[in-house]
C-alpha cells in the first residue's frame, strides 16, 4: 500500500512527555511530506492551539492540513475552514445543570480566547497553560454563551470525570459524544464528530480513501481515526484498549514512535 496522508495526534503522540517534538520525529515527518505524503495534525485543541504544530511541521508549506475540536474544525494550508460543526444550542443549559454541583472546571472557546467558570482545580489551566492563552472566568457559561460552540472541555479530577462521563452519557449519549481525551479532560461533543471523520473530510478534499492513511495516536479520542485509517497506530504509551484496536503498536512518544513506525511503512 502506498500511504498518502498521515494524521498525527499531538499530546502523548507528536510530542514527548516534555511536551517537545524530537528532532528525528519531525525529520521523519518533513521526509515523508517531500516524498509527497501530506500531513493532518489532529487534536481536540481549538484551532489557534493546533496550528503552531502544524507550522512547525512545514504543513503550509507541503499543502497539508489541521484539525481541531476533534474534528470539529478543518483547516487547509491556506487556513481556510473547510468542515466545521457546532452543538446545538438546546443542549448547552441542560449539559452545564449536570455540571453545575460538581467541582469540575467547564470551559469554552471563541476563536482564540478560552471562557471559564468559577470552579477551579488542579487541572483548571493544564490546557491554557499549554497552549499559551488566558483563561477568562465568568458567571455562568450557559447564560454567557452566545455563539456557535464547538464543544465543551471539562477538566477535574480523573475518578470525578468518570463518574460524570458516566452520568452525561446516560442523559445524553444518545444525542452526543462524550469522552476522555486525557485522565483529567472530559469531552462534550456534538454526535458523530470525531478525529475519524474529521481526517476523512481531509481524505475527500485530497481525493483519496481512508485506507490510504496512517493516523497516529495515544488517547480515547484517537480511537475513531486509529480505526478508519488504513493503517492505525498506537504508541507504545497508549491507552491498552487503543492499543488493541491499532493495526501497529509503535514505540512510546519519548522513543521516537512516528519516526520508528514511518520508517517500517514508507518504504
Not at 57 to 81: I, M, Q, R, T, W
Request: proline share 4%.
Amino acid at each position: 500500500m502506498k500511504y498518502k496522508l498521515i494524521a498525527v495526534d499531538i499530546d502523548d503522540t507528536l510530542l514527548n512527555r516534555e511536551k517537545q517534538i524530537t528532532p528525528r520525529t519531525k525529520e521523519a515527518l518533513l521526509d515523508a511530506q517531500k516524498n509527497g505524503v501530506k500531513v493532518v495534525v489532529a487534536s481536540g485543541r481549538l484551532p489557534f492551539g493546533v496550528r503552531p504544530f502544524a507550522e512547525a511541521l512545514n504543513v503550509f508549506e507541503y499543502g497539508g492540513y489541521y484539525l481541531g475540536f476533534n474534528g470539529g474544525a478543518v483547516l487547509n494550508s491556506k487556513d481556510e475552514l473547510i468542515a466545521s460543526t457546532y452543538l446545538d444550542s438546546k443542549y448547552i443549559e441542560p449539559v452545564y445543570d449536570v455540571l453545575r454541583p460538581t467541582n469540575i472546571t467547564t470551559m469554552v472557546h471563541k476563536g482564540s480566547t478560552c471562557y471559564c467558570d468559577r470552579k477551579v482545580n488542579a487541572y483548571t489551566h493544564v490546557e491554557s497553560d499549554v497552549i499559551g492563552i488566558p483563561l477568562n472566568p465568568v458567571d455562568d457559561i450557559a447564560r454567557f454563551v452566545d455563539w456557535k460552540l464547538n464543544k465543551f472541555l471539562l477538566a477535574g479530577e480523573p475518578d470525578e470525570l468518570i463518574s460524570t462521563e458516566k452520568l452525561l452519557k446516560e442523559k445524553f449519549g444518545a444525542e452526543l459524544d462524550i469522552y476522555l481525551s486525557a485522565p483529567w479532560f472530559l469531552e462534550v461533543m456534538p454526535k458523530g464528530i470525531n478525529k475519524g471523520l474529521g481526517v476523512e473530510k481531509v481524505c475527500k478534499d485530497m481525493g483519496i480513501s481512508m485506507s490510504e492513511v496512517i493516523a497516529f495516536g495515544d488517547h480515547f479520542n484517537d480511537m475513531p481515526m486509529i480505526e478508519m485509517a488504513g493503517m492505525g497506530v498506537a504508541m507504545g504509551n497508549a491507552e491498552e484498549a487503543l492499543r488493541e484496536k491499532a493495526d501497529y503498536v509503535t514505540a512510546d512518544c519519548d522513543n521516537d514512535g512516528i519516526a520508528e513506525a514511518l520508517g517500517k511503512l514508507l518504504v
